[in-house]
């Protein structure tokens, strides 16, 4: 006995309901995880230290206050509104009051995304597009004013589309996007994108009216000419709202300041900040390990117009082209993308819905259009659950209080130099200590005001000279140390050990400098000060050998039977066998392997170790254990060459280091190690290839040294 066909269609919409209700509490269950991650940003600690001051003095600073290399100059704090937010969280429920915070927001912003789509006849679409939108922007899931400003594009998205629908009056539009432009322009420098989306609409509604489209999309949303005008109106509005900041025309302006910058000489910033690197090159652009989803994403966008191809919306072309245009230039701006890219994917899909003219036939079919969209969200779903899980399972060990720290919420301990920041402010050390770019917004916001920072994360308050400067003397340079050391009457440095090629050559070049004594060594941060009468009582309380070396012994009863993976011993070693201490790497690398016996990087660290001590047999067995338990380290590879060269097995050295240059052609340690192998039997090949590791990595002293000795 058959149901009635209505009986039929009250089932079909009660599943319909109940599981789109499922889907939304699914969905921001997964978002809530992925948005409650421990807090790992450097520059927050600026922040807050800039909103507690604000709160503290009831003023905006309109000069520099925090460094004292640049005090009094002009500062455009444009985001002075989330550093008072973002404190008053933070002093009312601390670290976690800050995830709360980034909770709320991004729910509202995904909320926004979610009511802005049609979800009648394909809520489950909706749901694969927006968990695609979540794992594309979730690296962008930090406690910064980036947050803030997802939620305004959100929000300005979806009241234009309702005032061109007619779905929302011009007075209630008008109102709500001049109050979201008053407080964006307040907190982050991202709010130029407001205007530009209405500015994107009014160039829609031109090209409606004065150009021959294809099909009927001359005739798609088009507005009337009251609302037109009305448009231009809130456009008006809205650059008006862009004054309203502490800093009026200046503080307006300042977006194309920083373009100016970055056009010119700021491009080296982009050199050496990951977040402003290209997503996408010739390199990666086939490659699926990078960037998978956000390249997904723009293929499914696209591939949303040819559904739609009939009767497109101007509007939401130009703003796909202008945002994926906006996302290729740095990796920063991907998450913006995604948002505008869902967005214009529901538009397309809904109105391909309404026409039923898009769509392939079969996909007018309900029944194979749900079977296709349960398929395609049960592989979807994976991902973000996968991912949330990784993020309620990962924990480190903290091998100070011996106890285990949830990768959810609080502060992660492995990425800010604590101790280091304690002994700072613990004893009496000089005003004037050079920082690294990556320690010094913690530093203002632990230090300040008894210290103020060399360089801190505002590149664009430093600007490209000073920054170009202070690369010229991470690397090392003689020439820019000298300058800085006579023009900032510096007495000490304080760097963060991290291996990035940012400060590595300015760490070597102090290492080396008897005039400069390390007094503070952890698996986080270095401490120098310079040997001068005035260091003198902290020098002979506190001097550091880093030749001898010798690693803290950790508590096995403390620690038991569990694993612990033994990161701050791992890092001290990474450092020291980058500085040339290879000993005292060597012990720290003997820790590393009581505590976790096939950790294929302490092999290797004991395999260099042996190797500068001309030990070849030696190192030949632990190079041989570090690449049993990690075959693709290719560092271990050319290490592995050379040992065999040294034991006068010349035809496997060379068979090892032809199969670098061949597997890894950008690989420059492999063009430097052949050269090592053919230097006394072929001197000008050798010299070639040291050409092509130089140019390759030119701030590797070793390669430029070897082939000054051949010249």
């Given at each position: 006995?058959?149901?009635?066909?209505?009986?039929?269609?009250?089932?079909?919409?009660?599943?319909?309901?109940?599981?789109?209700?499922?889907?939304?509490?699914?969905?921001?269950?997964?978002?809530?995880?992925?948005?409650?991650?421990?807090?790992?940003?450097?520059?927050?600690?600026?922040?807050?230290?800039?909103?507690?001051?604000?709160?503290?003095?009831?003023?905006?600073?309109?000069?520099?206050?925090?460094?004292?290399?640049?005090?009094?100059?002009?500062?455009?704090?444009?985001?002075?509104?989330?550093?008072?937010?973002?404190?008053?969280?933070?002093?009312?429920?601390?670290?976690?009051?800050?995830?709360?915070?980034?909770?709320?927001?991004?729910?509202?912003?995904?909320?926004?995304?979610?009511?802005?789509?049609?979800?009648?006849?394909?809520?489950?679409?909706?749901?694969?597009?927006?968990?695609?939108?979540?794992?594309?922007?979730?690296?962008?899931?930090?406690?910064?004013?980036?947050?803030?400003?997802?939620?305004?594009?959100?929000?300005?998205?979806?009241f234009i589309k309702n005032f061109t629908e007619c779905k929302a009056s011009f007075f209630i539009t008008a109102l709500s996007i001049t109050a979201c432009q008053i407080a964006w322009a307040n907190m982050h420098g991202f709010y130029f994108l407001g205007p530009l989306v209405i500015l994107i609409f009014l160039l829609a509604e031109l090209a409606k009216r004065y150009i021959k489209l294809p099909a009927s999309l001359n005739q798609v949303h088009r507005l009337d000419d009251n609302r037109l005008r009305q448009l231009l109106l809130i456009l008006g509005l809205t650059l008006a709202a862009c004054m309203a900041n502490p800093y009026g025309l200046k503080g307006a302006a300042y977006?194309?300041?920083?373009?100016?910058?970055?056009?010119?000489?700021?491009?080296?910033?982009?050199?050496?900040?990951?977040?402003?690197?290209?997503?996408?090159?010739?390199?990666?652009?086939?490659?699926?390990?990078?960037?998978?989803?956000?390249?997904?994403?723009?293929?499914?966008?696209?591939?949303?117009?040819?559904?739609?191809?009939?009767?497109?919306?101007?509007?939401?072309?130009?703003?796909?082209?202008?945002?994926?245009?906006?996302?290729l230039i740095a990796i920063r701006n991907v998450a913006y993308f995604a948002f505008v890219a869902a967005f214009v994917t529901f538009n397309n899909v809904e109105l391909a819905f309404e026409y039923k003219k898009g769509l392939p036939k079969y996909f007018n079919n309900r029944a194979i259009r749900a079977a296709f969209c349960y398929a395609l969200m049960a592989c979807l779903v994976y991902f973000p659950a996968k991912g949330a899980q990784k993020y309620l399972q990962v924990t480190a060990y903290d091998f100070d209080a011996y106890q285990l720290k949830s990768g959810m919420w609080g502060i992660s301990k492995a990425r800010f130099p604590e101790k280091a920041v304690d002994f700072?402010?613990?004893?009496?050390?000089?005003?004037?200590?050079?920082?690294?770019?990556?320690?010094?917004?913690?530093?203002?916001?632990?230090?300040?005001?008894?210290?103020?920072?060399?360089?801190?994360?505002?590149?664009?308050?430093?600007?490209?000279?000073?920054?170009?400067?202070?690369?010229?003397?991470?690397?090392?340079?003689?020439?820019?140390?000298?300058?800085?050391?006579?023009?900032?009457?510096?007495?000490?440095?304080?760097?963060?050990?991290?291996?990035?090629?940012?400060?590595?050559?300015?760490?070597?070049?102090?290492?080396?400098?008897?005039?400069?004594?390390?007094?503070?060594?952890?698996?986080?941060?270095?401490?120098?000060?310079?040997?001068?009468?005035?260091?003198?009582?902290?020098?002979?309380?506190?001097?550091?050998?880093?030749?001898?070396?010798?690693?803290?012994?950790?508590?096995?009863?403390?620690?038991?039977?569990?694993?612990?993976?033994?990161?701050?011993?791992?890092?001290?070693?990474?450092?020291?066998?980058?500085?040339?201490?290879?000993?005292?790497?060597?012990?720290?690398?003997?820790?590393?392997?009581?505590?976790?016996?096939?950790?294929?990087?302490?092999?290797?660290?004991?395999?260099?170790?042996?190797?500068?001590?001309?030990?070849?047999?030696?190192?030949?067995?632990?190079?041989?254990?570090?690449?049993?338990?990690?075959?693709?380290?290719?560092?271990?590879?050319?290490?592995?060459?050379?040992?065999?060269?040294?034991?006068?097995?010349?035809?496997?050295?060379?068979?090892?280091?032809?199969?670098?240059?061949?597997?890894?052609?950008?690989?420059?340690?492999?063009?430097?190690?052949?050269?090592?192998?053919?230097?006394?039997?072929?001197?000008?090949?050798?010299?070639?290839?040291?050409?092509?590791?130089?140019?390759?990595?030119?701030?590797?002293?070793?390669?430029?040294?070897?082939?000054?000795?051949?010249?």
């Open positions: 006995m058959f149901l009635p066909e209505t009986n039929l269609k009250k089932i079909r919409d009660g599943v319909d309901f109940t599981l789109n209700r499922i889907l939304i509490v699914f969905f921001f269950c997964i978002l809530m995880v992925y948005a409650s991650r421990e807090i790992v940003d450097l520059d927050l600690w600026l922040h807050l230290k800039t909103g507690q001051y604000i709160t503290a003095h009831g003023i905006i600073p309109s000069s520099d206050i925090f460094s004292f290399t640049l005090q009094g100059r002009p500062w455009i704090n444009h985001e002075w509104l989330f550093q008072v937010l973002a404190y008053l969280f933070y002093a009312t429920a601390g670290a976690d009051g800050l995830i709360i915070m980034q909770n709320i927001i991004l729910i509202a912003a995904f909320m926004l995304l979610l009511f802005s789509a049609k979800r009648d006849n394909n809520h489950i679409f909706v749901f694969i597009i927006l968990y695609l939108t979540l794992l594309t922007c979730s690296y962008r899931f930090t406690i910064r004013p980036d947050i803030f400003s997802l939620f305004f594009l959100t929000a300005y998205l979806c977006p194309f300041s920083v373009l100016g910058q970055v056009s010119g000489k700021g491009r080296i910033v982009f050199q050496y900040i990951q977040e402003l690197a290209r997503p996408i090159t010739l390199k990666n652009i086939l490659d699926v390990n990078q960037f998978f989803f956000y390249k997904a994403l723009i293929f499914i966008s696209l591939f949303s117009f040819r559904f739609n191809r009939r009767h497109i919306n101007i509007s939401d072309l130009l703003l796909w082209l202008l945002f994926t245009g906006f996302s700072l402010l613990t004893h009496d050390f000089p005003k004037r200590i050079f920082n690294d770019f990556n320690s010094g917004s913690y530093l203002i916001g632990r230090a300040f005001p008894q210290r103020q920072v060399f360089i801190d994360g505002r590149t664009e308050l430093y600007g490209p000279d000073f920054f170009t400067n202070y690369v010229a003397v991470g690397n090392g340079d003689k020439e820019a140390i000298g300058k800085i050391l006579n023009e900032y009457g510096l007495k000490g440095f304080f760097l963060t050990t991290s291996t990035d090629d940012l400060h590595m050559g300015l760490a070597r070049y102090l290492l080396n400098n008897p005039l400069w004594i390390t007094v503070y060594f952890d698996e986080k941060a270095i401490i120098l000060l310079k040997d001068i009468p005035e260091n003198s009582g902290l020098i002979s309380r506190f001097k550091i050998d880093l030749s001898s070396w010798t690693p803290p012994e950790p508590d096995y009863m403390k620690i038991g039977m569990a694993f612990r993976y033994p990161l701050p011993y791992v890092y001290r070693a990474r450092f020291l066998n980058k500085q040339g201490f290879y000993e005292a790497a060597s012990k720290e690398a003997r820790a590393i392997l009581n505590l976790m016996p096939n950790n294929a990087e302490a092999f290797k660290f004991l395999a260099d170790y042996y190797f500068e001590n001309k030990d070849y047999k030696e190192a030949f067995v632990y190079i041989r254990n570090s690449l049993i338990h990690a075959p693709g380290n290719l560092f271990a590879r050319a290490r592995l060459a050379l040992i065999y060269y040294h034991l006068k097995e010349d035809e496997k050295a060379l068979k090892v280091a032809d199969a670098l240059i061949k597997n890894k052609p950008k690989f420059a340690e492999g063009y430097y190690t052949k050269a090592l192998i053919l230097i006394e039997k072929d001197r000008e090949a050798a010299k070639a290839l040291l050409h092509k590791a130089t140019e390759l990595a030119p701030k590797e002293p070793r390669y430029k040294a070897e082939l000054d000795n051949l010249s």
